[in-house]
Nanobody
């Protein structure tokens, strides 16, 4: 059974940092792409980064580029999202999600990460950035 479990959310002041972690189990980690998404109340789910565990390639949309860093530890089956210079508009529930397909190249071409391409999801962790 595929399982993705997020941790590390919380409350932080604007300009601060948080590190989210996604622990994965139940599948061949090296073959998958892991993405981080967020959803604020009343808004659509938005992809904020993804990483291919097979080759380490990554993608970030402009909204977080330079502030967020995704990394994968294939030995521990974990993916982390380091978030710096946080803004109040980063407030959302953050989800990690996984898919076996090579999704990063398409994200780079299309300029976005499509949630519908990810079939396995964690339960989410709340990130709140106060002004």
């Amino acid at each position: 059974e595929v399982q993705l479990v997020e941790s590390g959310g919380g409350l932080v002041q604007a300009g601060g940092s948080l590190r989210l972690s996604c622990a994965a189990s139940g599948f061949t980690f090296d073959d998958w792409t892991i993405g981080w998404f967020r959803q604020a109340p009343g808004k659509e789910r938005e992809g904020v980064s993804c990483i291919s565990n097979s080759d380490g390639s990554t993608y970030y949309p402009d909204s977080v580029k330079g502030r967020f860093t995704i990394s994968s530890d294939n030995a521990k089956n974990t993916v982390e999202l380091e978030m710096n210079s946080l803004k109040p508009e980063d407030t959302a529930v953050y989800y990690c999600a996984g898919v076996r397909n090579p999704t990063v190249p398409k994200a780079k071409v299309m300029g976005t990460i499509y949630p519908r391409e990810f079939g396995s999801w964690g339960q989410g962790t709340q990130v709140t950035v106060s002004s």
